[in-house]
């Protein structure tokens, strides 16, 4: 049974200028280099199979799997992309890794593309976040000067493995839907960030039309300390078909929010109660388990184990663990009419049902946010989200219904309570950060 | 706002950025990033030199520059402040500090204030989606670096002071440069400021204080093998 916390990935951020490298290798790091490379690269890919690690992206296909994928019959080069365009509303874990530990991503990069063999990867950082582009930016430059990127410091490879590797490392511009990873390919190959019709699977065509492995951050930095430590030592955690660390973001009104990386399986009853709680004097209303796209919970969920099985089997998603916490004082409809207009602004605009409907949606929810219209508007939402759920190009349109559908389901009354009352009966004022001063005062 | 010609130097810089890629074109982002560096914005004749480098149409250089939020056809301010207004930040108060702002700078959303008499620095404001710092809210983004848990006070006090050219820091990151500086950085050229500010803000080490003071750790390795001796290891 492992402790409550387990500090993998974020155990570093509390050391002095825990981002550069002699850091990073003072405490072993880029060690599971040696060990890879005395390793076949299709050893390091049943090692990651074996552990059971599973993407932490949010959709956690099985990581190792992904990579046995890549046909390596096939004479194109192949290619490692990292997905680190973290836009997903309530997820904010991949940038604080990159901000305090860029060295293990790095670290993680060399060993993934040495599996798949790749002999270039792409980081592929959203724009949005300057500094966290300086510290990856700095820390790809000190690894090729330590000799663990390009042909090493000898011109024998890494290591004097005779594996070569090149990083780049690319800023995207602005763009929610460049975190689907076919639409991050195009935004990688210069054009506008829409989808891919799939398959061909990137694994197959993917950039370039090569073979080329996608994943999220914490998947790739994941991977040093299985390298290193062992499958055994990874699946000692978590439960039996959601195994490892996963860093777990606690936002809004919680005493003590931020980053908790735990087993997966853990509870927000458990979490809430290392945070602290729900902020002083209120109750929990709503919460997502894992950013905006993952259906809405309420506190009969406190209890639901944090792995992809339990979160699934209470309705909703794991997601990326992004833990938005909203106490009474929030308005149901406001929060989702807010999410639907990012979504619609986000909307790429290849297909239809997503293009449409989430227009459709903003309209029916702000009149319903401002009390106008009949119950029989809510049966109309309902029906325009069953013209986008399983409709959409991509997961963009599926994920904009999840919070209008289950917040449907869980606050139907709120809904009517507007109708009622001509208007939103919440005082936003009172859900602010700083309400409890104010009110005092 | 004056918008300076691209020198030889940055069109040797776009084509260096093309560079870096196998196929050129993939180095469109960052080289509009540049652009924008260059010029203030996304002009005419960065879109034109883009795709002279690339040889691909003007339209399609255009097309890519008219999808990504981040590229403005119009001029920002030296500093660009943006307002995450996504539903947790905007319930959390993103929507007073938004509304406070454009009420004290007297304009609307992505639009520059005036510079007034004194003013050494000019500021623009844009609400922003969701820009993965939750765990601050409300945040509030100047040339997109972190300024943690704002207040209408502290973000008009913010702003003042950007536009009296005092030195502001980020609150989790380096002390700010211009837009035009930071876009320099987004197109692959460092600026040396990458070992300032903190590796954590307060809030990422939640958990990781309560696991020090608790002692709970990830297990130790030595319980299990450091790798899987497959019979398929020579």
Not at chain 1, 388 to 414: K, M, N, W, Y
Not at chain 2, 148 to 176: C, F, I, K, Y
């Amino acid at each position: 049974m492992s402790d409550v916390l387990t500090p993998v990935l974020t155990d570093i951020w509390d050391a002095e200028q825990s981002w550069k490298l002699a850091t990073y290798a003072a405490r072993g790091g880029y060690d599971a280099l040696d060990v890879a490379f005395a390793m076949s690269p299709d050893d390091v890919i049943t090692a990651v199979k074996d552990s059971g690690l599973r993407g932490r992206g949010g959709a956690g296909f099985p990581t190792g799997m992904k990579w046995s994928f890549i046909p390596q019959d096939n004479p194109k080069p192949k290619y490692l992309v990292v997905n680190a365009d973290e836009s997903e509303p309530g997820t904010c874990k991949d940038i604080p890794l990159m901000m305090g530990n860029p060295h293990v991503l790095v670290e993680g990069v060399i060993l993934s593309s040495y599996a798949i063999r790749a002999n270039k990867a792409f980081i592929y950082i959203r724009g949005e976040v300057v500094h966290v582009i300086r510290r990856v930016q700095a820390a790809v430059a000190e690894a090729y000067a330590a000799g663990h990127l390009g042909t090493g410091l000898n011109g024998k490879g890494i290591h004097d493995s005779g594996y070569n590797l090149d990083i780049v490392v690319h800023a995207g511009a602005g763009a929610y839907i460049c975190g689907e990873e076919t639409a991050l390919l195009e935004g990688l190959e210069g054009r506008r960030g829409q989808p891919r019709l799939r398959p061909p699977f990137p694994a197959v065509a993917g950039l370039y039309a090569s073979p080329t492995v996608i994943n999220n951050v914490e998947s790739i930095a994941s991977v040093p300390a299985i390298v290193k430590n062992g499958a055994a030592w990874f699946g000692s955690m978590g439960t039996e078909k959601s195994k490892g660390h996963g860093i777990f973001s606690l936002s809004g009104h919680v005493q003590k929010p931020g980053q908790y990386e735990a087993p997966l399986g853990i509870t927000l009853r458990e979490l809430l109660d290392l945070a602290g709680g729900v902020r002083e004097g209120h109750q929990l209303k709503f919460w997502t388990p894992g950013g905006s796209s993952t259906p809405l919970l309420t506190a009969e969920h406190l209890d639901v184990p944090l792995d992809f099985e339990g979160v699934g089997a209470a309705g909703s998603m794991l997601g990326t663990r992004a833990l938005q916490i909203f106490d009474e004082t929030v308005c149901v409809v406001r929060a989702v009419l807010r999410w639907t207009e990012f979504y619609k602004h986000e909307s790429c605009g290849k297909c239809t049902p997503c293009r449409e409907g989430t227009w459709w949606l903003v309209q029916a929810l702000t009149r319903l946010e401002n009390g106008q219209g009949s119950e029989a508007d809510l049966d109309q939402l309902l029906d325009q989200c069953d013209n986008i759920l399983g409709r959409s190009f991509c997961a963009l349109g599926d994920g904009a219904t999840s919070p209008v559908s289950s917040s449907v389901q869980h606050f139907r009354e709120e809904y009517l309570a507007h109708l009622a009352h001509g208007g939103c009966p919440f005082d936003p004022a009172r859900s602010t950060a700083w309400s409890g001063t104010e009110v005092s005062a | 706002m004056s918008t300076p010609p691209l020198e030889d130097k940055t069109i040797a810089e776009l084509r260096e950025i093309a560079a870096r890629y196998p196929e050129p074109r993939s180095g469109l982002l960052p080289m509009l990033h540049l652009v924008q560096s260059a010029q203030g914005r996304i002009t005419p004749e960065g879109i034109e030199a883009c795709a002279a480098i690339l040889e691909i149409s003007a339209a399609e250089v255009n097309g890519v520059a008219t999808f990504y939020t981040m590229y403005k056809r119009h001029g920002v301010g030296d500093f660009h402040v943006g307002v995450c207004t996504n539903t947790l930040c905007a319930v959390m108060g993103g929507d007073a500090i938004f509304e406070r702002l454009k009420d004290h700078l007297e304009i609307g959303n992505d639009e520059v204030a005036v510079q007034r008499q004194g003013d050494s620095r000019t500021v623009s404001l844009e609400h922003i989606e969701c820009n993965a710092a939750c765990d601050y809210a409300p945040v509030v983004m100047v040339n997109w670096e972190f300024m943690d848990n704002q207040t209408p006070d502290s973000a008009v006090q913010m702003v003042e002071a950007l536009r009296a050219g005092h030195e502001v820091r980020s609150t989790r990151g380096p002390r700010l440069c211009t837009w035009r500086e930071a876009e320099r950085v987004l197109a692959g050229f460092p600026d040396g400021r990458v070992d300032e500010g903190p590796s954590a803000g307060p809030a990422s080490l939640a958990g990781l204080e309560i696991a020090r003071q608790r002692g709970w750790t990830a297990p130790e390795p030595g319980a299990t093998p450091a790798v899987e001796a497959k019979e398929s290891d020579a």
